[in-house]
C-alpha cells in the first residue's frame, strides 16, 4: 500500500464518491493515484467553486475532498475553506506540494511564494487540523489525525503531501478502522442535564432554538423526536434553517432578532427557558443584536461544550446533550395550547402581480417540494429566505461569503442526487461564479437557478444609499446559460415566474430564471434590515468625523 | 484630514488614478471615503480579478490598489496576492475591517473565521508589509512604512482599517513627501562594481540575461542605454520578456534553457560572463534546469543584493549596479561581429494554412505593433510567447497562476490608454474569469482576446498523458462574448484567424476569437517541454514505487 492509496481508501471509507478538484502539475502524481482508488474527480472551473462545492457536498454526506495543486490551487481557496470553517463544514483540503528535496533546498520552484512554508502557514489559519506529509512513515497517523479532527469538530482540515511521497509504500496499518473516540465526563454530563432538566420542568413557556450543528452533527431525527417528545415550540436559525422541517407543526419561523418575523421573535424573546440547541449566537443568529437573548435564560448546547446562563461545562457536549434529553423520563410534556405561526405560512398574498421579491418568495414557497433542496447565496436571497418554507436549505447564514449556491447545488446533487437543487441568486453572486453551471451540464445535473437581477447589491444600498459603486450592470444572463448548454429565460412578472418555475421543473437540464425585479425592490427582511440598521450604520462608521 | 483622506491622498500622489475592488458592509466607510476622494474605484466580478487588475495596473504604474471587504473580500484575494508577493509587484491590498471594540470583544462577527486576528495572520504570509490600524494616532506611520515598502521591495503590502476608524480625524503630517532612502554603502557598490568591470573586460564573449526587475525599478531605458553604449547581446526571460524591446538590435531572444530557442540557449550558455540584470533565477528562468547556468560565470545583481561568482554584496542593489554601469568609463565596447537571431525573427514559415499554435505564433507577429501590449495567461500560450515578438508583455513566468491575462487587460489598458491589450489565454483559464470581459465592456475597454481552444489542459497533458480530467469541455465562447455585450467570432483557419485579428483591431468594443486548435496541438516550446521533461517528472512521481 503507498500514502495516497491509504488517504483515499479512507476517503471511501467514509462515504465519499467524488472529490472536486483542478488538477495542476504538484498535483498530477495525487491525481493519478486518485483515478486508480476508483474515486472520480468533478474538475469545477475555478478553486473558489472547488471549496464551495466540496463545502456543500460535505454539509450532505459528512465529509467533502477538495482536491488542488500547490499555491496557485490551494491558496485560491482560502475563502472558501474560511467559510467551511466558520460554518462548521468537514472538508478536507488535499494539496500537491513540491517533491521533498526541492522544499529543502529552499529552490525558487513555480508556484512558490515567501517560501516553501508560506501556504502551510496560511492553511493553519483557516483549518482546525494539518498534516504535511513529508515523511512516509508518519503518514498514516498523520492522515487519521487530521480525518478525525474533521469528523470530530465537523471542521476542515489539510492534508499537502510532496508528490515524490505520493506513491512511496507505507507498512499498512493491521486496522484501518479507527477506535472509538474517548468517554464522555459522565458526571459532568449528570449534572448539567440534571440542571437542564430542572430548568425546563420549571418553565412555563419554554422554546427550542436549533442552529446548523444539529444537521452537521446528525441530529436531525433526534431533535425532531425530542420536540415532539415533549411538545416543545422550535425555532431555527438562518444558517440552520432546515434542521427542522419547516413544516412541522412544532416549528414556529426562522428567529433573526428585529429583521425576522414578529411572532417568531416574541415568542422567542419571551419564553422562560431558550434551548439553544448547536447555535453559535453569531450576530447573524441574533438579528445583531445579541442582547435580544438574555443569558440568564439561556442553555446553549454546541460541539463546544454546554453554558447555562452564565457557567459553562467544557467536558460535554451538544450530541451527549440531545442523547440524554431525549433519553430522559423526568421532562414534562409540555401543553402549550396554541404556537405562534410563521408569518409567512401560509403566506399573506401580497397584491399584486408584479414580480417583487415577497411574489418570488410567495411563488417559491408554491413550488417547492420535499424533493427539492433549496440553496441561496449571499445577498438579499438570504435574507428573504426567512419567508421561505423549505424541507432542505443551505445558505452561508454566519460567514456570508458570495458564491457558494451555484457551485454549491453541484455538491449537492452529486451527494444527494434524489434532490433537485434550486439556486437563489443574485446577480451580483452570479457574476462571480455562475458560469459553474457549465460544470453542472458536463456532470449531467440540473439545478433550478432563480437568479435575482435587480442590478444592484441591494443589501449594501439597504444600509448605506444608492452608491454608483453598488450598481450591478446587466448581462445577457439567458444568453449565458445557453451558452453553457442550459436552457434559460427572462420574466418579469409573476404569472411568467410562475409558468418557468415549472418548465424548470418538466427541463432535464439546468435551467435559469431572470428574474428581474425593480432596483428598488426588497425582500420584506431587507427592507427591516434597512430600517433598523441603515442608519446607525452609517452613524458608526462616521462617528470619528465628530470628535 | 482624516485616516482615509491621507491614505487616499498618499495613493494618489502615487500617480494612481483608480482602485479596483467588490464594495461589502465592511469596507463601506472606506468606499465612501474614496469617493470624496476623487478617486474612481472599478468593480471588479470577483476578488480574485481585483487582485490581478491591481497587479497588472501596478507593473506599469508602480503601485496599483485592491480595495475590498473583510474577509470574504480579502481572503477570497489571497492567490493573486501571492502572485505578486512572488513576481515583484507593487500592489496595496487595503482591507474594511469591523469596528476596534468588536475585534477586542471577540464578537462572533460574521466574516470572521478562526480569531479576529486571521485575515492579519493570513496576510503576513503573501505581503511584505503590514499595518492594522485601530489607533488613528499612528495611522499615518503605519501608512507611509506600508507604502514605503512596497516602493522600495516593488512587493505587495497591506493596509487594514477597523471601520469606525476610516474617518477618524488624525494631525495632518508637515509634508507628505517622504524623506529620500538611507543613502548607499558606497564602499562596498565601488568594490563590486570594479569587480564586475574588470569581469566584463577580460571577457571576450559576455551577455546579458535580464530579468523582470528591470521593469519593476523603472530601469528599462537605462538597460538600453546599458547594452547600446558597450554593444552587449542580451537575452531576456520569460517573465521579463519585453524589459528590452523584442526588435532591439541587441536582442538574442529569450533564454528559457532547452525548451526556448536553441540559438539564444547556446550563445548564453556558453557566455564567458553573464551578468544577471533583475532575474531572480527561479525555476522557470532557467528551463527548470539551474545548473545550465554556471555561478562560476555569473554576476547576478537584484533588488536584495548582488551576487558574484560564490560571494555576495547584500548592501548594494540592482538600481545602484546599473547606474554605476552605465556611467562607467572603464568598460570597453564589445565588437562581436554577429549576435545570433531569436530562432523565430524572422520564423521559418510553417507551410500549413490549418490553425496551430505555430500559424498563431506567426500570424500574430505579423499583427503585433508597439501600440499593442500582450498579456499571456498560464498555459501553453505561456510557453508559446516564447516565439512571439512584442514591444510589451505580460506573462506569470514565474508563480504561473492561471487567471491573470483577462483581468489585467483591465488593468493594463486603465493604466495605458494608448495601449491595445491582446490577450492570449487558454480554455481552461478562460473558464476562471474570462466573464471579467463584462467588466471591460462596462469601462469602455477593448482588449483583443485570443482564446486556445484545444479542449485541454494541454501543459498537463505534455508533462503527463492524456487523461480524462485534462479534457475542457467547450462552451460557446463567442456566445458569451456576446452575452457580455462585446463581439466575437470563432475561427479554424489561418486565413479565418488573420483576417479575425483584423476585425478584431478595426472593433472599438472587446473582440473574442475563439481560436480552435486541435487536441493534440501544442506550442513548440510545449513540445520541447513535453519531451524533455515529461518522462523524467513521471518517473520522479512514481520513484516511490520502486523502493
Chains 1, 2 share one sequence.
Not at 5 to 17: D, K, M, S, W
Not at 39 to 55: Q, R
Not at 222 to 233: A, D, G
Request: with cysteine; proline share 6%.
Amino acid at each position: 500500500m503507498h500514502v495516497a492509496e491509504y488517504l483515499f481508501h479512507r476517503i471511501r471509507q467514509a462515504g465519499v464518491t467524488c472529490t472536486f478538484g483542478i488538477p495542476g502539475d504538484f498535483a498530477l502524481p495525487l491525481y493519478a493515484a486518485q483515478e486508480e482508488s476508483g474515486l472520480k474527480t468533478i474538475v469545477m472551473t475555478h478553486e473558489p467553486s472547488v471549496g464551495y462545492a466540496a463545502d456543500v457536498y460535505a454539509r450532505f454526506k459528512g465529509l467533502g475532498v477538495a482536491l488542488v495543486t500547490y499555491g496557485v490551487g490551494a491558496l485560491n481557496m482560502v475563502n472558501a475553506v474560511a467559510m467551511a470553517y466558520a460554518e462548521e463544514s468537514p472538508v478536507l483540503v488535499v494539496s500537491g506540494a513540491p517533491e521533498v528535496r526541492w522544499q529543502q533546498a529552499d529552490i525558487l520552484f513555480h508556484h512558490r511564494v515567501k517560501s516553501p512554508d508560506t501556504q502551510w502557514h496560511v492553511y493553519r489559519e483557516v483549518t482546525a487540523a494539518q498534516a504535511r506529509i513529508t515523511h512516509a512513515e508518519y503518514a498514516v497517523e498523520q492522515i487519521d489525525e487530521v480525518l478525525d479532527t474533521i469528523r470530530r469538530q465537523s471542521r476542515p482540515g489539510y492534508i499537502e503531501i510532496a508528490r515524490d511521497l505520493v506513491f512511496a509504500p507505507i507498512k499498512e496499518p493491521a486496522t484501518t478502522t479507527r477506535p472509538a473516540p474517548p468517554a464522555r465526563n459522565r458526571e459532568a454530563l449528570d449534572e448539567a442535564v440534571a440542571e437542564i432538566v430542572a430548568r425546563l420542568n420549571n418553565s412555563q413557556r419554554p422554546v427550542v432554538y436549533a442552529g446548523v450543528e444539529i444537521e452537521r452533527f446528525g441530529l436531525m431525527d433526534k431533535l425532531r423526536q425530542l420536540v415532539e417528545k415533549y411538545n416543545l415550540p422550535t425555532a431555527t436559525s438562518l444558517m440552520g434553517k432546515t434542521v427542522l422541517p419547516e413544516h412541522h407543526p412544532n416549528f414556529i419561523g426562522n428567529y433573526f432578532g428585529n429583521l425576522g418575523p414578529e411572532n417568531t421573535r416574541r415568542y422567542l424573546e419571551n419564553a422562560d427557558c431558550i434551548l439553544a440547541l448547536g447555535m453559535l449566537l453569531s450576530d447573524m443568529d441574533v438579528g445583531f443584536e445579541p442582547s435580544r437573548i438574555p443569558r440568564r435564560r439561556l442553555i446553549q448546547a454546541t460541539a463546544n461544550g454546554v453554558s447555562i446562563s452564565h457557567h459553562h461545562y467544557p467536558d460535554i457536549n451538544l450530541v451527549d446533550v440531545v442523547d440524554a434529553l431525549l433519553q430522559s423520563h423526568a421532562i414534562k410534556r409540555f401543553d402549550i395550547p396554541t404556537f405562534p405561526r410563521p408569518d409567512a405560512m401560509p403566506p399573506k398574498r401580497a397584491k399584486t402581480s408584479a414580480l417583487r421579491m415577497v411574489t418570488i418568495l410567495e411563488e417559491l414557497n408554491d413550488f417547492l417540494t420535499p424533493s427539492h433542496v433549496v440553496l441561496s447565496d449571499t445577498g438579499d436571497c438570504l435574507f428573504a429566505s426567512v419567508d421561505l418554507r423549505a424541507e432542505w436549505f443551505i445558505g452561508p447564514g454566519y460567514y456570508a461569503s458570495m458564491g457558494l449556491a451555484v457551485p454549491g447545488a453541484i455538491g449537492a446533487q452529486l451527494a444527494r442526487p434524489d434532490l433537485r437543487p434550486v439556486v437563489l441568486v443574485g446577480d451580483g453572486a452570479f457574476k462571480m461564479n455562475g458560469v459553474e453551471l457549465g460544470t453542472a451540464k458536463e456532470q449531467g445535473l440540473n439545478p433550478i437557478v432563480v437568479l435575482i437581477n435587480n442590478q444592484t447589491f441591494a443589501t449594501l444600498k439597504a444600509t448605506d444609499r444608492d452608491r454608483a459603486y453598488f450598481r450591478v450592470r446587466p448581462w445577457d444572463y439567458v444568453g449565458i446559460a445557453r451558452s453553457l448548454g442550459g436552457y434559460g429565460e427572462q420574466v418579469t412578472t409573476r404569472a411568467a415566474f410562475r409558468a418557468a418555475l415549472h418548465r424548470a421543473q418538466a427541463c432535464s437540464d439546468f435551467y435559469l430564471i431572470d428574474a428581474v425585479v425593480p432596483e428598488d425592490d426588497a425582500s420584506p427582511t431587507l427592507k427591516r434590515l434597512g430600517r433598523e440598521y441603515g442608519g446607525k450604520i452609517r452613524m458608526a462608521s462616521r462617528a470619528g468625523e465628530r470628535p
